[in-house]
C-alpha cells in the first residue's frame, strides 16, 4: 500500500459580494457569489493575488450540503496567469450552517468545507499544477473566503 503524504502550497485570502440568489430549482437553492479579487495567495510554492470578475456557483441541496463550484484565477508575483475550477462540499449542523448564512463569523472547524480544485497553467515555471491533484480545506466570513491547498504527493 502507498499512502499519500500531503504537500503545502498556498494560503488564499479573498474578497466575495453577497450572494446573489437565483432560487429554488429541481435540485435545490441555487445562488451566485462574485470573487471580487483582491485576494493574496502565499505560500512556499506560489504567491500572487487572486483576479476579480469571477463566480461561485453554488448549489444547496435538499439535504442542506452546499456544492461549490468556482472559476477563478491566480495572477503569480511574477506575471503567469493560473485558471482555477475548484469544485467541492460545505456542510455542517444546521444551527451552525443558520449561523454562516446569517453573516456571522463561525470558526471552520464547526462545519465541513473540502474543495478539490483544479489548475491549469501554461507551459513554464508553474507546469508542475498541471500534473497532480489538489485538495482544499476552506473558511467562510461574510465578505471573505481562506482557502488552504495542498498538492497530494
Request: glycine share 12%; net charge negative; charged share 25%.
Amino acid at each position: 500500500m502507498i499512502k499519500p503524504e500531503l504537500e503545502f502550497v498556498y494560503e488564499a485570502t479573498g474578497e466575495l459580494e453577497p450572494p446573489r440568489p437565483i432560487g429554488e430549482t429541481y435540485d435545490g437553492t441555487r445562488r451566485i457569489i462574485p470573487i471580487v479579487g483582491g485576494g493574496r495567495v502565499e505560500g512556499p510554492l506560489i504567491k500572487g493575488r487572486l483576479i476579480g470578475n469571477a463566480a461561485d456557483w453554488q448549489l444547496t441541496r435538499p439535504d442542506g450540503v452546499t456544492v461549490a463550484d468556482a472559476i477563478y484565477a491566480i495572477e503569480t508575483d511574477d506575471g503567469v496567469v493560473i485558471q482555477i475550477r475548484n469544485k467541492g462540499l460545505r456542510h455542517g449542523p444546521p444551527e451552525v450552517m443558520q449561523r454562516l448564512a446569517a453573516g456571522e463569523t463561525v470558526d471552520p472547524a464547526e462545519y465541513y468545507f473540502r474543495t478539490v480544485p483544479e489548475f491549469i497553467a501554461p507551459k513554464g515555471p508553474y507546469e508542475w499544477m498541471n500534473r497532480s491533484i489538489f485538495i482544499c480545506s476552506g473558511a467562510r466570513y461574510p465578505l471573505g473566503i481562506k482557502l488552504w491547498v495542498w498538492r497530494v504527493a
